[in-house]
């Protein structure tokens, strides 16, 4: 008994051997070709700075479009379209990127009809543009959407009302098929963040094809790739086609058993290493950006310093016996405040805050404090007259940022 | 403070275990660390359930002298029963024969548990004592309203800021159970310490895989039950919920015993063992109603389901008297009834509702767009199961006479709650939970204990045709190697 153990043990052993050797064969030369592999190739690029316009462009709607040394400044005061037709894209491409420059966030819309569509209607991916003093790139995965006809007779983008942006420039780029399975294997170890819905479900690994698209992997609701499982699928479907074929050609059901069970083994523990990484990368995360922080340079999650701003607020609010709050819409001030701050009691906004002693102003850049201490909403910026006293006489007691403060009446 | 979370353990652990001692009188049959870890779970749902009674009854605020006092008391009658029934002394029910492992299986069960320590105790430490609360349902649910009955020493049924009629057909709906354990916890510190009152989910977590462990050793080798319990642990979604501050893990800690405990009654050969596992069973099958909603709603039915059905075979079989068989129904209506009646009773008094927030009456039938898509990515594509799922499904197909008739209680009841959560997504107004994803993989949180058991115990019994395929590969690989 203790002998033929042995034997199973020298066996799997060399087995094992020998299975590590061819892998790590195979993994070389994939590694060495994918070293000396052309980088990914700029298929055509558009530079509309210094008063370029390399392509036929319309536009709609539009308050002003204007060629400028820094590009196309287009300002819309009604959403407008901004479209580049007789489309000269000379290849199937899989990622657009545009370099573009905005004052304010907003979401924008990227728009194509395709070549044999004869309606009017256009496909619209939306993708939002961040506020940011200087250009960032904003890539669109096109590859991913089976409805993206590269031969499509006009894109373009779909500029929402009361905006403003320049665009520096357009590239279009694609990839070879390796460098699409190094992208789909670097992608396969790219983890999401704690988010909200990470106590719902976990995406697991998702296959992008292009270093842009992993770059932004997360970003979308569903992600813009592939579920990586369908490859774990393919394999095991291998297996049980090869422990068929086992069974039908030698009779040999151990064998087509064992081909499918160490096949069932082995991605599940890949997958298994891969989701527990994915855990602990979340884990390591709130360690760097919180737990080793102090203040204001604490952030955690999809919060950013939120935690920092309220720690510093609570006790504050923690003296009075109720507070109003007035914060941005769909913000975590309301959840988190009226937990933390128990048993001062949060009157909502909407309610009749007559007497409230503090005013818990957060991201609402209507609410300023004028110079006889009354706390004022500005519903217009642009129009002071319609500003309106909400309470007061009192005093700013706590500012963390301009439209950020607590007020207390006195 | 973190301190005060095993001191805090100490009194309901000690509650839960007399009771289980009781239940079983001479015919131990729970192991020793068993009933330990089901002590620990039960005893803390019993005791706040003795709270909710002698606040709603009595009037007793909810503060630390009536938290010690309704323990103590608790306690000694317990105590006193246990030693009147002479079960001091008494050993813990054998595990099976743990069999010897060979080198690579113990190492590999080395490397496997490194594994899962290190996942456990960083995602555990790091979300639940080093960051703050973050999520919605902690923050509008759990941790609120275990904060509010601590500042408020009540049962308050309005939360704060909310209207007063409606407040309480929302969250306050839901069994306090959870907040008046964080209550308790805070009660202790003599303030609302959330490293603290955060810390104790871990302990639902850690508690039903000491429990899973033990159901497997009950049947299986050292390997599988290490296997099983390894399983469990890194399911990705099951580790998000053990080590975070939702109540599905809590909700699985007691699905799981009162499962298992009927699945054990129903196996069991010799009679004493058998009606001390259902005595076992429906202690824990009364709990279910003050875990979570779905605890009378989807998973008490087919337990008692399951229960009559196995009786009548069993009876029918003649492997069971029918004088048992009555006695077990008794055991199963008398407990339920003591343990349900009261928060049932109360919830009925106050207007509360039956849902999840939601009212379940009222809700349309009909088929509703999207929701296969979602159950079909949510199950088969995502990271949150890895593929616990797909191995059930080739082991249905596989081995569908083990799946079916010797571990019927486990598949049958994983499959009515299961199709019974998807028959409400498919065709109520609860779709949205499944399109967006909020509530659907939640409810397989609650049964991952049981289709880990179920699972486990079916390869258990698949290792030898297993092993023999593992040889011929590894014989074939070394042939063509050479």
């Given at each position: 008994?203790?002998?033929?153990?042995?034997?199973?043990?020298?066996?799997?052993?060399?087995?094992?051997?020998?299975?590590?050797?061819?892998?790590?064969?195979?993994a070389?030369?994939?590694?060495?070709?994918a070293?000396?592999?052309?980088?990914e190739?700029?298929?055509?690029?558009?530079?509309?700075?210094?008063?370029?316009?390399?392509?036929?462009?319309?536009?709609?709607?539009?308050?002003?479009?204007?060629?400028?040394?820094?590009?196309?400044?287009?300002?819309?005061?009604?959403?407008?379209?901004?479209?580049?037709?007789?489309?000269?894209?000379?290849?199937?491409?899989?990622?657009?990127?545009?370099?573009?420059?905005?004052?304010?966030?907003?979401?924008?819309?990227?728009?194509?009809?395709?070549?044999?569509?004869?309606?009017?209607?256009?496909?619209?991916?939306?993708?939002?543009?961040?506020?940011?003093?200087?250009?960032?790139d904003?890539?669109?995965?096109?590859?991913?959407?089976?409805?993206?006809?590269?031969?499509?007779?006009?894109?373009?983008?779909?500029?929402?009302?009361?905006?403003?942006?320049?665009?520096?420039?357009?590239?279009?780029?694609?990839?070879?098929?390796?460098?699409?399975?190094?992208?789909?294997?670097?992608?396969?170890?790219?983890?999401?963040?704690?988010?909200?819905?990470?106590?719902?479900?976990?995406?697991?690994?998702?296959?992008?094809?292009?270093?842009?698209?992993?770059?932004?992997?997360?970003?979308?609701?569903?992600?813009?790739?592939?579920?990586?499982?369908?490859?774990?699928?393919?394999?095991?479907?291998?297996?049980?086609?090869?422990?068929?074929?086992?069974?039908?050609?030698?009779?040999?059901?151990?064998?087509?058993?064992?081909?499918?069970?160490?096949?069932?083994?082995?991605?599940?523990?890949?997958?298994?290493?891969?989701?527990?990484?994915?855990?602990?990368?979340y884990?390591?995360?709130?360690?760097?950006?919180?737990?080793?922080?102090?203040?204001?340079?604490?952030?955690?999650?999809?919060?950013?310093n939120?935690?920092?701003?309220?720690?510093?607020?609570?006790?504050?609010?923690?003296?009075?016996?109720?507070?109003?709050?007035?914060?941005?819409?769909?913000?975590?001030?309301?959840?988190?405040?009226?937990?933390?701050?128990?048993?001062?009691?949060?009157?909502?906004?909407?309610?009749?805050?007559?007497?409230?002693?503090?005013w818990?102003?957060?991201?609402r850049?209507?609410?300023?404090?004028?110079?006889?201490?009354?706390?004022?909403?500005?519903?217009?910026?642009?129009?002071?007259?319609?500003?309106?006293?909400?309470?007061?006489?009192?005093?700013?007691?706590?500012?963390?940022?301009?439209?950020?403060?607590?007020?207390?009446?006195? | 403070?973190?301190?005060?979370?095993?001191?805090?353990l100490?009194?309901?652990?000690?509650?839960?275990?007399?009771?289980?001692?009781?239940?079983?009188?001479?015919?131990?049959?729970?192991?020793?660390?068993?009933?330990?870890?089901?002590?620990?779970?039960?005893?803390?749902?019993?005791?706040?359930?003795?709270?909710?009674?002698?606040?709603?009854?009595?009037?007793?605020?909810?503060?630390?002298?009536?938290?010690?006092?309704?323990?103590?008391?608790?306690?000694?009658?317990?105590?006193?029963?246990?030693?009147?029934?002479?079960?001091?002394?008494?050993?813990?029910?054998?595990?099976?024969?743990?069999?010897?492992?060979?080198?690579?299986a113990?190492?590999?069960?080395?490397?496997?548990?490194?594994?899962?320590?290190?996942?456990?105790?960083?995602?555990?430490?790091?979300?639940?004592?080093?960051?703050?609360?973050?999520?919605?349902?902690?923050?509008d649910?759990?941790?609120?309203?275990?904060?509010?009955?601590?500042?408020?020493?009540?049962?308050?049924?309005?939360?704060?800021?909310?209207?007063?009629?409606?407040?309480?057909?929302g969250?306050?709906?839901?069994?306090?159970?959870?907040?008046?354990?964080?209550?308790?916890?805070?009660?202790?510190?003599?303030?609302?310490?959330?490293?603290?009152?955060?810390?104790?989910?871990i302990?639902?977590?850690?508690?039903?895989?000491?429990?899973v462990?033990?159901?497997?050793?009950?049947?299986?080798?050292?390997?599988?039950?290490?296997?099983?319990?390894?399983?469990?642990?890194?399911?990705?979604?099951?580790?998000?919920?053990?080590?975070?501050?939702?109540?599905?893990?809590?909700?699985?800690?007691?699905?799981f015993?009162?499962?298992?405990?009927?699945?054990?009654?129903?196996?069991?050969?010799?009679?004493?063992?058998?009606?001390?596992?259902?005595?076992?069973?429906?202690?824990?099958?009364?709990?279910?109603?003050?875990?979570?909603?779905?605890?009378?709603?989807?998973?008490?039915?087919?337990?008692?389901?399951?229960?009559?059905?196995?009786?009548?075979?069993?009876?029918?079989?003649?492997?069971?008297?029918?004088?048992?068989?009555?006695?077990?129904?008794?055991?199963?209506?008398?407990?339920?009834?003591?343990?349900?009646?009261?928060?049932?009773?109360?919830?009925?008094?106050?207007g509360?509702?039956?849902?999840?927030?939601?009212?379940?009456?009222?809700?349309?039938?009909?088929?509703?767009?999207?929701?296969?898509?979602?159950?079909?990515?949510?199950?088969?594509?995502?990271g949150?199961?890895?593929?616990?799922?797909?191995?059930?499904?080739?082991?249905?197909?596989?081995?569908?006479?083990?799946?079916?008739?010797?571990?019927?209680?486990?598949?049958?009841?994983?499959?009515?709650?299961?199709?019974?959560?998807?028959?409400?997504?498919?065709?109520?107004?609860?779709?949205?939970?499944?399109?967006?994803?909020?509530?659907?993989?939640?409810?397989?949180?609650?049964?991952?204990?049981?289709v880990?058991?179920?699972?486990?115990?079916?390869?258990?019994?698949?290792?030898?045709?297993?092993?023999?395929?593992?040889?011929?590969?590894?014989?074939?690989?070394?042939?063509?190697?050479?």
């Open positions: 008994m203790l002998q033929q153990k042995d034997k199973l043990h020298d066996s799997v052993r060399d087995a094992t051997m020998q299975f590590v050797r061819l892998r790590v064969l195979i070389t030369l994939l590694l060495g070709t070293v000396s592999a052309h980088a190739e700029l298929t055509m690029y558009w530079s509309f700075k210094n008063n370029q316009m390399p392509v036929q462009t319309t536009t709609a709607h539009l308050t002003k479009v204007e060629q400028t040394s820094e590009g196309i400044h287009v300002i819309a005061q009604k959403e407008g379209f901004l479209i580049w037709q007789d489309n000269p894209i000379p290849r199937h491409i899989d990622v657009i990127t545009m370099k573009i420059r905005s004052a304010t966030t907003f979401q924008a819309g990227f728009m194509w009809k395709p070549k044999d569509q004869h309606s009017d209607s256009l496909y619209r991916l939306p993708f939002v543009i961040r506020a940011s003093e200087i250009a960032q904003v890539h669109i995965n096109v590859n991913y959407f089976s409805n993206w006809d590269w031969q499509t007779k006009a894109f373009g983008l779909l500029i929402p009302a009361n905006s403003e942006l320049i665009i520096e420039d357009v590239s279009f780029r694609r990839w070879s098929p390796f460098e699409k399975l190094i992208e789909g294997w670097k992608s396969f170890w790219t983890f999401d963040n704690y988010r909200a819905y990470s106590i719902n479900f976990l995406w697991g690994p998702i296959i992008a094809t292009s270093g842009p698209a992993r770059a932004v992997l997360y970003n979308n609701l569903p992600p813009y790739g592939w579920f990586g499982s369908h490859i774990f699928y393919s394999l095991l479907g291998l297996a049980l086609l090869a422990g068929l074929c086992i069974r039908l050609v030698s009779r040999n059901k151990e064998l087509a058993l064992g081909v499918i069970a160490a096949t069932f083994v082995g991605i599940w523990m890949m997958f298994d290493v891969r989701m527990g990484l994915e855990l602990m990368s884990a390591f995360d709130d360690i760097q950006t919180y737990v080793l922080q102090e203040g204001e340079e604490q952030t955690l999650r999809t919060h950013g939120f935690y920092a701003v309220i720690n510093e607020a609570l006790p504050a609010i923690r003296m009075y016996d109720s507070f109003t709050l007035r914060s941005g819409p769909n913000s975590v001030y309301y959840p988190h405040l009226r937990y933390q701050a128990y048993p001062t009691k949060l009157i909502p906004e909407g309610e009749d805050a007559t007497g409230v002693p503090l818990a102003i957060f991201e850049r209507e609410f300023v404090v004028d110079e006889e201490g009354y706390l004022l909403r500005i519903p217009d910026r642009a129009h002071p007259e319609t500003a309106e006293r909400i309470a007061g006489p009192g005093k700013v007691i706590m500012q963390f940022d301009p439209s950020s403060f607590l007020y207390e009446v006195r | 403070m973190l301190l005060l979370l095993p001191i805090g100490i009194p309901p652990t000690l509650i839960g275990w007399l009771t289980l001692a009781i239940l079983q009188g001479k015919s131990r049959v729970l192991q020793r660390s068993e009933q330990w870890a089901l002590g620990c779970v039960t005893g803390l749902s019993l005791v706040m359930l003795l709270m909710v009674i002698a606040h709603t009854t009595f009037g007793a605020p909810i503060n630390l002298l009536w938290f010690t006092a309704v323990q103590l008391i608790a306690l000694i009658a317990l105590g006193g029963i246990w030693h009147a029934l002479g079960l001091k002394g008494l050993p813990g029910a054998p595990m099976s024969d743990g069999g010897t492992l060979p080198r690579w113990r190492l590999t069960l080395v490397l496997l548990a490194a594994w899962m320590t290190i996942r456990v105790l960083l995602a555990g430490v790091t979300f639940l004592v080093l960051t703050p609360t973050y999520l919605d349902d902690t923050l649910n759990w941790n609120l309203r275990g904060k509010v009955y601590f500042v408020d020493q009540a049962l308050t049924l309005v939360m704060p800021s909310e209207d007063p009629i409606a407040s309480p057909r969250v306050s709906s839901y069994p306090p159970t959870v907040p008046l354990v964080k209550t308790w916890f805070a009660t202790i510190a003599g303030t609302w310490d959330e490293p603290l009152i955060n810390s104790v989910h302990v639902w977590f850690l508690s039903t895989l000491c429990l462990y033990a159901m497997l050793r009950r049947f299986t080798g050292i390997w599988w039950a290490a296997l099983g319990t390894y399983i469990l642990a890194c399911m990705p979604l099951y580790l998000m919920h053990g080590t975070n501050t939702y109540a599905d893990a809590f909700v699985a800690a007691h699905v015993p009162a499962v298992a405990m009927l699945f054990c009654a129903l196996r069991s050969e010799d009679a004493h063992a058998r009606l001390s596992f259902f005595r076992l069973g429906a202690f824990c099958a009364g709990l279910l109603p003050f875990t979570k909603n779905e605890g009378v709603l989807l998973y008490l039915p087919p337990i008692l389901l399951i229960l009559c059905i196995g009786l009548f075979l069993l009876v029918r079989a003649q492997k069971m008297a029918l004088r048992d068989a009555v006695t077990a129904i008794a055991w199963y209506i008398g407990l339920i009834a003591l343990l349900a009646l009261p928060w049932l009773i109360f919830k009925w008094l106050n509360l509702t039956f849902g999840n927030a939601k009212s379940v009456s009222g809700l349309n039938i009909g088929w509703q767009n999207g929701v296969w898509y979602a159950l079909y990515v949510n199950t088969f594509l995502e949150n199961w890895l593929f616990l799922f797909p191995l059930l499904v080739m082991l249905c197909v596989w081995k569908w006479r083990l799946v079916f008739r010797q571990y019927a209680p486990l598949s049958v009841f994983f499959f009515i709650v299961l199709l019974g959560q998807w028959f409400i997504f498919l065709f109520t107004g609860l779709a949205p939970e499944a399109r967006m994803q909020t509530g659907l993989a939640r409810g397989i949180v609650q049964l991952l204990p049981v880990v058991l179920l699972v486990t115990l079916v390869l258990a019994d698949c290792a030898q045709p297993l092993q023999s395929g593992f040889n011929e590969l590894a014989r074939k690989l070394k042939r063509n190697g050479g």
